[in-house]
């Protein structure tokens, strides 16, 4: 099992910036790929940004040159932030965190992010 902790949403204007941050935990050994995603009300979660154990990079054409994923770790934690630039209204959502490994595939309890125009 694998356990995720998200932090880093709120409320932020038009224009700035935040920082999302996922700790995972727990049998990370064998874990591949770790992405955000996001959902807005009456919408389905759709891809925001992954980044793979090899640290290749994949962005939703939407956020490409706003958003930054990156990504640290060691033997007992792995964590993945995703710097978010320039927001738009349009990026209010609940963001979750995603860990797929041999273990299986997990997800964060996600954390809301508003952008007031």
């Known amino acids: 099992q694998v356990q995720l902790v998200e932090s880093g949403g709120g409320l932020v204007q038009a224009g700035g910036s935040l920082r999302l941050s996922c700790a995972a935990s727990g049998n990370i050994f064998g874990v591949n790929t770790m992405a955000w995603y996001r959902q807005a009300p009456g919408k389905q979660r759709d891809l925001v940004a992954s980044?793979?154990?090899?640290?290749?990079?994949?962005?939703a054409d939407s956020v490409k040159g706003r958003f930054t994923i990156s990504s640290t770790r060691d033997k007992a934690k792995m964590t993945v932030y995703l710097q978010m630039n320039s927001l738009k209204p349009e990026d209010t959502a609940v963001y979750y965190c995603?860990?797929?490994?041999?273990?299986?595939?997990?997800w964060g309890q996600g954390t809301q992010v508003t952008v007031s125009s």
């Open positions: 980044i793979s154990s090899g640290s290749t990079t994949n962005y």
């Open positions: 995603n860990v797929m490994g041999l273990t299986g595939n997990y």
